[in-house]
């Protein structure tokens, strides 16, 4: 209903929207470039034509040696390039069902998404940003750190007592850590 809501709205207005849904029966096949690579091609769905710093990215990687896909840094460059021709709405439902291994790279790639394009919405919206601190719950924590850990390339580095030491540092009071919610208003709009 959001996306149907928000696309009616979006008529006619220079104005994009993508959505992406974690499904948890397809953990496994939505890795970050899949997510990322499908807000990509939903935002430049509605271009009249493909601006050049995507196709261009896209012909080189897949004229590389062996046909490489992109990767998350391509695909945050490219998503950042729609940011500067549409406004833009992304829309992510059940991003709880996204694969334990995967969720540190999608919250890092959005948030990267929402700083380098936050200049560039701040300078065609002209209106304030506004901050809100949200505390997160220690589970929430324990399994971003869970995560973390599982893609940890150097597995030898660590046994199971140093993870659990660390795991136990985590104190059940995490009210000095919050994320930060941003949120950009031009009058009557939330962006």
């Known amino acids: 209903m959001v996306i149907d809501h928000l696309c009616s709205q979006a008529r006619g207005q ?87 291994e995967h969720i540190a790279k999608v919250l890092d790639s959005l948030s990267q998404l929402l700083q380098k394009s936050l200049p560039q919405v701040r300078a065609r919206l002209g209106g304030p940003v506004t901050s809100i601190s949200i505390s997160p719950k220690r589970d929430d924590i324990i399994t971003y750190i869970h995560s973390r850990l599982a893609a940890d390339t150097t597995s030898d580095a660590m046994d199971s007592s140093l993870e659990a030491d660390i795991l136990e540092k985590i104190h059940s009071d995490i009210s000095e850590m919050y994320v930060e919610a941003t949120t950009l208003r031009n009058t009557s709009q939330v962006v």
């Open 14 to 100: 220079n104005t994009t929207v993508a959505g992406f849904y974690f499904d948890f029966a397809s953990q496994n096949e939505q890795p970050p470039t899949r997510f990322l690579g499908s807000l990509l091609k939903q935002m430049v769905f509605g271009f009249d034509e493909i601006p050049e710093e995507i196709s261009g990215a896209y012909d080189d990687r897949r004229n590389a040696v062996g046909g490489q896909g992109l990767q998350i840094s391509d695909l945050l460059k490219m998503l950042q390039t729609t940011s500067a021709h549409n406004r833009a709405f992304i829309c992510i439902d059940a991003l709880d069902e996204c694969a334990t």
